[in-house]
Nanobody, 121 residues
């Protein structure tokens, strides 16, 4: 019903920057909260940042001051600007969205397929 497609991952040196994008498509009536999670090898998936439809944001302590989440409601897209990257930021980054589907207006939670971010020291 709703698909999330991430892009923008890659390999970067410590101190560098990357910008992730996640576009939602399908039978969308509206999208409420959107967010980015990450999962490093051998670790649990964790919240990196989230943003409400109105623009209120929340960040993990480990990324505050370095990462910025934003969204374009007209494009059903969420972004994650990552500056000052550290090797410990290496993980698969997943997009997440609470979307209301068309017609029924039922609310569901969706995940993207993930994009790899690797930070070399």
């Amino acid at each position: 019903q709703v698909q999330l497609v991430e892009s923008g991952g890659g390999l970067v040196q410590a101190g560098g920057s990357l910008r992730l994008s996640c576009a939602a498509s399908g039978r969308i009536a509206s999208i409420d909260a959107m967010g980015w999670y990450r999962q490093a090898p051998g670790k649990q998936r964790e919240l990196v940042a989230s943003i409400t439809r109105g623009g209120s944001t929340n960040y993990a302590d480990s990324v505050k001051g370095r990462f910025t989440i934003s969204r374009d409601n007209a494009k059903n897209t969420v972004y994650l600007q990552m500056n000052g990257l550290k090797p410990e930021d290496t993980a698969v980054y997943y997009c997440n969205a609470d979307a209301r589907v068309a017609v029924s207006y039922s609310l569901y939670n969706y995940w993207g397929q993930g994009t790899q971010v690797t930070v070399s020291s």
